[in-house]
């Protein structure tokens, strides 16, 4: 049974940051796209990170390069991802997911086949 849980969400001001992380288990972690979404109200479900390492990639929405970086420590099965700079468009349910492979975009819903509960990041002006 695969299981992601998210944490470190919160409320920040814009210019802040905030660290999430995904703690994984049930599977070869090392093995398998590691990716976040994020989810604003009214809005599709979009990719922000993803990693693979496996599969020599990573990947990052053109809308947080620069300010967020993805990161994953095998040996605690868990998944990172620093947020810097933060801005209000980035308020959102940020989800962990993972998926058997992405080695074409890493960054799309159809490739991931697990997803963690969400965890809300909600930054002000």
């Known amino acids: 049974q695969v299981q992601l849980v998210e944490s470190g969400g919160g409320s920040v001001q814009a210019g802040g940051s905030l660290r999430l992380s995904c703690a994984a288990s049930g599977y070869t972690y090392n093995r398998y796209c590691m990716g976040w979404f994020r989810q604003a109200p009214g809005k599709a479900r979009e990719g922000v990170a993803a990693?693979?390492?496996?599969?020599?990639?990573?990947y990052y929405a053109d809308s947080v390069k620069g300010r967020f970086t993805i990161s994953q420590d095998n040996a605690k099965n868990t998944l990172y991802l620093q947020m810097n700079s933060l801005k209000p468009e980035d308020t959102a349910m940020y989800y962990c997911a993972a998926g058997p492979s992405c080695l074409l975009s890493g960054l799309l819903v159809s490739e991931y086949n697990y997803w963690g509960q969400g965890t809300q990041v909600t930054v002000s002006s």
């Open positions: 990693i693979y390492t496996v599969g020599g990639r990573i």
